[in-house]
C-alpha cells in the first residue's frame, strides 16, 4: 500500500513529531501537524515545565540526517561528568566517559522544538494546525475529530502517527476501540523546578558538569543554561516526611534547604517563591500494546514507551524511533502495512529496556553516588574499559554514546558483569587458597 499522494497526521508538534515530519515530508508525504497548543514560537512558555534535555549521540544522529544538528549544538552545553554535591564537605566531579572528552549535552527544550518545528514547516507538503486538541479517531478510516477555538473540525489521514506524549489523546481513542491494554506505573515521586540565576553574568557553578545533590530517598539535579543560569529539579517523594506535602509555608522551605541542600539557598534568592509558584509534576512509565494498527494508526515516542528521565534518554529514545521508521518505510517500499509492525517488533523490547535501565539509574542518581564504595566501582569499570577497549564498555557509555540498541546494551552489560563476577571469585579462590597454603606452610615450620 504506497500513499506518496496522501497526507499523513502527525498528531502532537512536540519533538518526536516535528522530527517524524521533517523525515516524511523529506520521503516526498505532505504532513498534516496537529497541536493541542498554540504555537510555541509565538506562545508563553508554561511555568516550571522545561526539564532540560540531555541530548546525546542517539538523538544526534536523528538531527544529523535531517541537517539539523551542527545549528542544534551552537548553543549547547556540554556536561562531561556528574558534579556530587554533599551535605557537607567537597564537591565531587565524576566524569562520564574513560577518556574524560565525551559529554552529554544540556539543551533548552523549547528551543529545540522550535528549531525542529521550524525545520518541518519550511519542507514542501508540511502544514500545521495548532489549537488543535484530538477529541474522535477512527483507526479504521482514519477520521479524526478536533476541538478548536472556532468549534469542532474534522480532518481524513491515509495513516495517522501519534507522538502527543505520555498522555498521548492517541493512545487514548486507540484504548476506546479495545485495540490496545494499557499500563501506567506512576512512581511515588514527583518532579518541581528551580532556578540557580548567573551571578554577575557568569554561571554560578561549574557549567561542564551536571550537578546532582543526592540525598537518599530524594534529590535535586541542575543543568546549566546558555543565558549561563542553571535549571533545577527536584525528585521528591510526594507524601511524607521531606516531600512536596510535607513543605508549604516558606519558614519549613527554608529550614528544608538550609538543612539538605545548605549550599543552594545563597544561589537562588528566588527559591521560595519559585517553590512555592512551580507546579508539581507527575512521574511514571507507560507500557501499552500494540504500538500500532496496521497500515493505519501508531504511537512513537512517549505516546508508546515513556519513560522516566533519570537516563536523559526519553528525547532521544523518541528520535530512534523516528529514525527505525523511516528505515522501515525504506525496508518496506513504503508500504506502511508492513512497515508499522516491522517499526513495533524492532522498537518495543529496546523501549523496554530503557524504561528498566531509567528505574535503575533513578536509584543510583539519589542513593548510590555520593558512595565511596560506588565511586571505586565506577574507577574499576574505567580501568577495565582503558585495558579492554572496545571490549569493555560502560553501560553508561554504551546508553548515551553510541547508537548501539537499548536491549543490546543489556545484554551486554549483563554478560560482562557476569564474567568480572567470574574472575573476582576465581581471583578470590585463588588468593583463599594462597592464604591456606601459606597458613599451613606455618604450621609445618
Not at 496496521?294 to 504511537?299: C, K, T
Not at 536509584?363 to 565511596?372: N, T, Y
Amino acid at each position: 500500500m504506497t500513499l506518496e499522494a496522501d497526507e499523513i497526521a502527525v498528531v502532537g508538534a512536540g519533538l518526536a513529531g516535528c522530527l517524524t515530519a521533517c523525515f516524511l515530508a523529506r520521503r516526498g508525504y505532505r504532513v498534516a501537524l496537529y497541536e493541542r497548543r498554540p504555537d510555541p514560537r509565538t506562545g508563553t512558555v508554561e511555568r516550571g515545565r522545561s526539564i532540560n534535555l540531555a541530548l546525546s549521540e542517539r538523538g544526534l544522529d536523528a538531527l544529523r540526517r535531517i541537517g539539523l544538528a551542527e545549528q542544534v549544538m551552537a548553543d549547547a552545553l556540554p556536561m562531561r561528568g556528574r558534579m556530587i554535591h554533599p551535605v557537607q564537605g567537597e564537591t565531587n566531579f565524576q566524569q562520564y566517559s574513560v577518556s574524560g572528552d565525551r559529554a552529554i549535552n544540556s539543551i533548552s527544550r523549547g528551543a529545540l522544538n522550535n528549531a525542529l518545528l521550524d525545520a518541518a514547516t519550511r519542507l514542501p507538503g508540511v502544514r500545521a494546525a495548532f489549537d488543535h486538541r484530538l477529541v474522535g479517531l477512527d483507526p479504521a478510516t482514519g477520521a479524526m475529530r478536533f476541538e478548536t477555538p472556532a468549534g469542532e473540525v474534522t480532518a481524513t489521514a491515509a495513516v495517522v502517527l501519534g507522538t502527543d506524549g505520555a498522555g498521548s489523546a492517541v493512545r487514548q481513542q486507540l484504548l476506546g476501540y479495545g485495540l490496545l491494554t494499557e499500563h501506567v506505573e506512576f512512581l511515588d515521586y514527583g518532579y518541581k523546578e528551580l532556578t540557580i540565576p548567573a551571578v554577575d553574568g557568569e554561571f554560578a557553578l561549574d557549567p561542564d558538569a551536571l550537578h546532582i545533590w543526592p540525598r537518599g530517598t530524594s534529590m535535586m539535579i541542575a543543568l546549566p543554561n546558555p543565558d549561563r543560569s542553571f535549571t533545577c529539579t527536584l525528585f521528591w517523594p510526594n507524601e511524607g516526611p521531606g516531600s512536596f506535602a510535607a513543605l508549604a509555608d516558606p519558614a519549613a522551605i527554608e529550614a528544608h534547604f538550609a538543612t539538605h541542600y545548605p549550599d543552594v539557598p545563597p544561589l537562588a534568592p528566588k527559591l521560595v517563591d519559585d517553590y512555592q509558584q512551580n507546579p508539581v509534576g507527575q512521574l511514571g512509565t507507560v507500557y501499552c500494546t500494540p504500538w500500532q494498527v496496521p497500515g493505519r494508526v501508531a504511537l512513537l515516542g512517549d505516546a508508546a514507551h515513556a519513560i522516566v528521565p533519570f537516563y536523559g534518554q526519553g528525547a532521544n529514545c523518541a528520535f530512534e524511533d523516528v529514525v527505525e521508521l523511516d528505515r522501515c518505510l525504506d525496508e518496506c517500499g513504503d508500504d506502511w502495512a508492513a512497515a508499522l509492525p516491522l517499526f513495533q517488533q524492532r522498537r518495543q523490547d529496546n523501549a523496554g529496556a530503557i524504561a528498566e535501565m531509567a528505574l535503575a539509574n533513578f536509584v543510583e542518581m539519589r542513593d548510590k553516588v555520593a558512595s565511596p564504595l560506588f565511586q571505586l566501582g565506577r574507577r574499576v569499570e574505567h580501568a577495565l574499559e582503558r585495558a579492554l577497549p572496545g571490549r569493555y564498555v560502560s553501560r553508561y557509555e554504551l546508553v548515551s554514546f553510541t547508537t548501539t540498541p537499548y536491549a543490546e546494551v543489556r545484554r551486554r552489560v549483563r554478560r560482562q558483569h557476569q564474567v568480572l563476577g567470574a574472575v573476582a571469585a576465581g581471583a578470590a579462590a585463588l588468593l583463599l587458597g594462597a592464604l591456606t597454603a601459606a597458613v599451613r606452610s606455618g604450621r609445618r615450620r
